[in-house]
């Protein structure tokens, strides 16, 4: 059951080779140093043995806690298949030897499926013309070793993912590619950002403190199939400032470490009308807001892609020149600060694929501004001055999700565990639906227990995605998280026979057309991508419905990914159906069916 290449023992301890042997260490961000580094990632984390060790494993584990402490092995994640040809699991994580950096010890810690793969059923493998494809992301981390309790660093890194590939001339190395680059410059095979690191009950990452930092920028496929391949973490680490401690007891009392940073955050905002130019530290999060009398300067940063009430996180940080800083500290006079450019890229993937869509985005994260068009405008998390304007922003960006959210905030508790358990709205996103659910509409959906036995052929269902359907989408570069929901018409009960598709996408069930409307009145999808995912359909010819099996369809067949192409779909998937259609307003319907 172990990967090939890969083994659970204890880290060795490596020291690093620095780029320019005449420098002396670090002392401040004016004469940082560089250091490039190359460790293998071959060995699993090893399992925890003492009752701290397994405390503490499962604190910090950002799984579910309900898989967790149902698996009866945490450290593997399903399977993937060697060169031989033999199947061999896939470690939750994998680790680097330490190594150092100016007396300071580091680790890569790396997630082959992403820190956040539930279990190794989740995002599963799917097979394509014989070849296992393993889906969604994985995850890259670099996480600091502190010698004792306060000491801190502040660094900028570079992280690469490389393999050797065979090719017709012998081996040869192959970079990973990865799908945004973190802080600037952009690239396709390199992470890069900026952060201070300390212990970890000190950080606080939204002023740029933490203990552990990375990236979810790979493709899992591609790195389960280097596993094997001498797989190699390699980049580099640039020391801007060392400190020992900083803690938040240490006197004076709350001005140090965490404390002191989050205090420092709070009052980091300069007056609008005022001349000076506030000092920025890369890792941190500021927030822009509308001020009156500003309106060209956030007119003009719109125009680069940052909004009021939006979270963005400094990834890096360069002068005027273009070299690296780590924080505007280091400048010399107002006029430099000014001329300081901070990559920017909003806080969550979820706020990053909104702005991108809403406005037009045709370039990928993080933007560069220079530091004097955010002075005025910028604050941070901590300062009150953010909280209005991300609340409106919030609402902007989802004003359904927040609205319930808020609804339910304000609920008496037994009427919001009624509502959070048995209803719930649903906010149509595609048009696999048309004509009878639009893109937009919003359904107050009934999720009572037994809801497939109030189902009968033709109703309309919502219900939890399918094996195979979470990695068609998985596939397709979009994400699912555990609550997601789809829509279709179920037309095939248990028992039902001969399911056919036949000429023009249609379906045949029991020999005549699949109950429902219409299914030709919405537009074709211009590429006719339904017609490259039918040619493997698994629901194109069915000789007979499971007793737990259903076959559902969408309204519109030009668009609709539905059992035409994953197959069938378990009855105890069903979820959900919809009670009404409170939005648009031109569009109420308060009773069903639909």
């Given amino acids: 059951g172990s990967v090939h290449g890969l083994s659970a023992i204890a880290s060795s301890k490596v020291k690093l080779k620095q780029q320019h042997q005449d420098k002396p260490p670090s002392q401040n961000s004016n004469n940082p140093n ?130 050797c590939s065979t090719t017709t001339i012998g081996e040869d190395k192959k970079t990973l590619s990865i799908s945004t680059s973190g802080g600037m410059p952009r690239s396709n095979t390199t992470w890069s950002a900026a952060m201070t690191f300390c212990t970890e009950s000190e950080s606080v990452e939204s002023v740029g403190r933490t203990t552990d930092w990375g990236s979810s920028s790979w493709s899992a496929n591609e790195v389960c199939d280097a596993l094997g391949n001498s797989l190699v973490a390699e980049g580099e680490i640039t020391v801007f400032d060392r400190r020992s401690g900083e803690s938040s007891f240490s006197w004076p009392i709350l001005q140090n470490g965490a404390m002191g940073a989050v205090n420092e955050a709070k009052n980091a905002a300069a007056p609008a009308q005022s001349n000076v130019q506030r000092d920025y530290r890369v890792g941190e999060v500021i927030v822009p807001r509308n001020i009156p009398g500003l309106d060209a300067e956030m007119k003009a940063l719109k125009e680069q892609f940052v909004y009021p009430g939006i979270d ?14 780590f924080s505007s500290k280091c400048l010399n ?37 220079n530091a004097g ?73 009934e999720k009572f227990p037994g809801v497939y036995q109030r189902t009968k ?30 829509v279709k018409r179920i037309v095939g ?20 057309n699949a109950v429902g409307p219409d299914r030709n009145q919405c537009a074709d999808e211009p590429l006719r991508l ?14 007979q419905l499971g007793d737990d099996d259903v076959y559902v369809l969408g309204d519109c067949k030009a668009v609709s990914v539905d059992s035409r192409v994953f ?28």
């Fill in 34 to 163: 560089t250091y490039s580094f190359s460790i293998p990632l071959i060995k699993k984390r090893p399992k925890p043995e003492s009752f701290t060790e397994k405390f503490i494993e499962l604190w910090n584990d950002p799984r579910p806690v309900s898989s967790l402490i149902t698996s009866n092995d945490r450290s593997n994640v399903g399977e993937r298949e060697n060169e031989a040809g033999a199947l061999e699991e896939i470690p939750y994580c994998i680790i680097s030897d330490e190594f150092e950096v100016e007396g300071e010890m580091f680790q890569i810690l790396m997630y082959p499926r992403g820190r956040f793969v539930r279990d190794d059923n989740a995002s599963s493998s799917s097979s394509n013309n014989g070849d296992i494809i393993i889906t969604g992301p994985a995850s890259a981390y670099l996480r600091y070793l502190p010698n004792k309790y306060g000491d801190e660093i502040d660094i900028a890194w570079k992280l690469r993912l490389s393999c």
């Fill in 312 to 325: 963005y996180r400094i990834m890096t940080m360069s002068d005027k020149d273009g070299n690296p800083i």
């Fill in 333 to 369: 006079s107002d006029d430099e600060k000014s001329q300081a450019q901070l990559a920017l890229r909003p806080c969550g993937w979820k706020t990053q694929q909104q702005l991108w869509i809403k406005n037009g985005m045709k370039t990928d994260w993080p933007v560069e501004v």
């Fill in 373 to 445: 068009s955010l002075s005025k405008v910028t604050t941070t998390r901590f300062n009150s001055e953010s909280a209005i304007p991300r609340i409106v922003s919030a609402f902007q960006r989802d004003w359904v999700s927040y609205s319930l959210a808020l609804a339910i905030a304000v609920t008496p508790i037994p009427l919001t565990l009624f509502a959070r358990n048995f209803v719930s709205l649903y906010d149509i996103p595609s048009a696999s639906m048309e004509p009878t659910l639009l893109k937009g509409d919003v359904l107050l959906v």
């Fill in 457 to 486: 052929r033709g109703d309309v269902v919502l219900f939890k995605p399918p094996s195979a359907l979470r990695d068609i989408v998985t596939n397709s570069g979009s994400q699912l998280s555990s609550t997601s929901l789809f």
């Fill in 493 to 512: 009960l248990p028992g039902d026979q001969n399911i056919r598709l036949v000429d023009d996408n249609n379906v045949l069930i029991n020999g005549i």
């Fill in 530 to 543: 339904i017609d490259k995912l039918l040619v493997n359909g698994k629901g194109k010819e069915i000789d």
């Fill in 567 to 594: 197959g069938v779909l378990p009855k105890e998937n069903v979820v959900g159906k919809p009670l009404a259609r409170i939005w648009p307003l031109n569009r109420i319907k308060l009773s069903g069916p639909f």
